[in-house]
């Protein structure tokens, strides 16, 4: 049965300034991802009003006249605005003040959510374990506080101040008060975090002793929301990972093992996707989250070859991969979603320029099971570099540690002879010299 919120639309229009130092096309480019932001959080964008201007009105934002543009069309006033239901909120494409917000508010007559407060929103919501909750909070305390003041306004006289009690004075005022609350609450988060992430460190250490290797093969897919990170993750893995067509499906990184299992064993994570002007609090606060792109081997950095402003994607997660220090970590260029390219001479064209201008991508689209396959090859084959050929001898009378051969090594020949079993193998040094030692004192 549906709810009342899924049976009633609900309608809202985005509004922005172009300042002069942004080109059509990233300003284009930047209002169709906040309309793609407010379709995630279950709005339909009825109406786009755009202003180009030297730089934003300190009072709300837009100009006057804009605004009065807006509320005539919000109010139902204008020729335009009568085939759409009731106007919910203004989306703007920009972080604002809290005075402009306030502003913009009371002269459009509806609810008014900046960039960064529709980013916290999904965040907030999309948000399922306990360290992505946690963060969450924090980037939503964090940009809260400043607004408290013109809430206190809001409140007049009667909020502003709170008597004292005991003898302690005047008493602190109320935006005090809240403030106080806030970085206490904020504190508490952080002590819950640093908590939470040496238990993930300890648990890392557990999976790493399980494998009987000192280090993990790990690759960490990292992007650009919606660039297909989370399809080709369940591609590589075999696993059913949520994929859903809207920014921010998922925010919790999940690890699962490269499939068919690879020598040595790969695991594969998914991280939170990037996007422009990402709320430098979420950067900071989300970057446990992202460690595990700290923590792998190899990044594949997956783009979405069918978006004509992929250059920006490009250089959105490089700059965010630069603030979380993991621009040092091998890197290779998946650029996903050929197939949205045109029909079959359009994708051969857009592959021909790609490679062309990036010579070791991976073009491909993850729906392709032999795109897929010819990706996990390419990633086995990072893996195995560094390892060694070498032929083991194990004697029949000891035949139990031949599970040992094939759990540490692949192997690729095995023969026998009246003494025992020889096998040709590839691996790591050290493992494959702790096999040969741990054979010969048998």
């Not at 979603?337 to 689209?365: F, N, W």
């Amino acid at each position: 049965m549906q709810t009342e919120d899924q049976e009633k639309p609900k309608y809202a229009i985005v509004a922005s300034v172009q300042l002069p130092s942004v080109n059509d096309v990233e300003f284009e480019a930047s209002l169709t991802e906040l309309r793609e932001l407010a379709k995630t959080l279950g709005f339909e964008v009825v109406h786009t009003f755009v202003q180009k201007r030297a730089g934003f009105d300190t009072t709300g934002y837009l100009g006057v006249g804009k605004r009065q543009e807006i509320h005539s069309f919000i109010s139902g006033e204008s020729d335009d605005s009568g085939h759409h239901g009731e106007i919910a909120v203004v989306f703007v494409d920009h972080e604002i003040s809290p005075s402009q917000a306030r502003n913009l508010e009371k002269e459009v007559g509806c609810q008014v959510m900046d960039r960064t407060m529709v980013i916290l929103e999904i965040f907030h919501r999309n948000a399922r374990s306990r360290a992505a909750k946690a963060q969450v909070e924090i980037a939503r305390l964090g940009y809260m506080a400043p607004r408290l003041r013109e809430a206190a306004k809001l409140a007049g006289p009667q909020g502003r101040q709170r008597s004292g009690v005991g003898g302690r004075g005047a008493g602190e005022s109320g935006t005090e008060l809240d403030k106080r609350k806030i970085r206490d609450r904020i504190a508490e988060l952080q002590q819950e975090i640093i908590a939470m992430e040496a238990e993930r460190k300890t648990q890392r250490a557990r999976r790493q002793e399980r494998e009987g290797r000192e280090g993990l093969a790990g690759v960490a897919l990292v992007g650009y929301t919606n660039a297909g990170k989370s399809t080709l993750m369940r591609a590589l893995t075999g696993s059913e990972v949520l994929v859903a067509n809207k920014l921010f499906a998922t925010l919790d990184t999940t690890v699962r093992a490269l499939h068919p299992e690879s020598v040595p064993r790969v695991l594969i994570s998914d991280t939170v996707g990037f996007i422009k002007n990402l709320p430098h609090g979420l950067v900071a606060s989300f970057k446990s989250t992202l460690d595990e792109a700290l923590d792998a081997s190899l990044l594949l950095h997956v783009i979405d070859a069918s978006d004509p402003g992929f250059e920006r994607q490009l250089e959105v997660t490089d700059k965010v991969l630069e603030e979380i220090g993991a621009d040092t970590v091998p890197r290779l260029r998946i650029f996903n979603k050929i197939d949205h390219v045109g029909d079959a001479a359009a994708q051969a064209e857009c592959e021909t320029a790609l490679r062309t201008q990036y010579p070791d991508c991976v073009v491909m689209s993850a729906r392709r099971p032999d795109d897929v396959a010819t990706l996990r090859l390419k990633i086995v084959a990072f893996f195995q570099r560094n390892l060694v050929e070498d032929e083991l001898f194990l004697p029949w009378s000891a035949q139990q540690l031949r599970g040992a051969v094939y759990a540490n090594c692949e192997v690729l020949e095995e023969r026998a002879d009246g003494e025992g079993a020889f096998f040709r193998v590839r691996g790591e040094h050290d493992t494959v010299q702790s096999l040969r030692e741990q054979f010969e004192r048998v």
